[in-house]
């Protein structure tokens, strides 16, 4: 049963806690993932990551956004990060972590625009769908209009 008992971490660990251990399993409560014997871990990676989200919500989001704009070939010049907290603490950009209409996003002012500090605001989602959908709207030309262009 017994496992891994000398470590230090094992001494904080509540006894439902050291029965996953024991089966090398996840200790998180509701995971059941399994963990790697090699490395002792008592977490798995999974929620480790999630962790290290919640404890840094706005880096997170920011390598997020970097990673999406390199994606989609968009020009990201909000570096270094610290500054990118700064931008975060002054515009309200802090109920990141809530989800559904309510929580926030980057959004670009100009859509063709870059992520510069003068192009980006925050938005909640449900004002960020309702510029996605004008944005569209703006694009659209009904089929009737392609085939009579006068
Ligand atoms: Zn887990």
């Known amino acids: 049963m017994t496992l891994r008992p000398s470590t230090r971490a094992w001494e904080r660990l509540t006894d439902r806690q050291r029965e996953k251990a024991a089966r090398w399993q996840c200790i998180s409560p509701r995971c059941r993932n ?29 390598l997020n956004l970097k990673k999406s ?21 002054k515009y309200g950009y802090t109920q990141i972590t809530a989800r559904g209409a309510e929580g926030l ?16 605001q925050t ?10 959908a004008e944005f569209r709207r703006a694009a659209f030309v009904p089929y009737y209009q392609q085939l009579q262009p006068f």
């Open 34 to 62: 399994r963990v790697d014997k090699r490395n002792q871990r008592l977490v798995c990676c999974t929620c480790s990551s999630r962790s290290y989200a919640s404890r840094n919500a706005i880096r997170v989001k920011w």
């Open 69 to 89: 704009a390199k994606r989609r070939g968009i020009e990201f010049l909000l570096e270094p990060f610290d500054a990118f907290e700064c931008w975060a603490a």
């Open 105 to 120: 996003t980057v959004d670009r002012k100009d859509e063709n625009g870059a992520y510069t500090w003068a192009n980006i």
């Open 123 to 132: 938005l909640t989602n449900s004002e960020n769908a309702r510029k996605a």
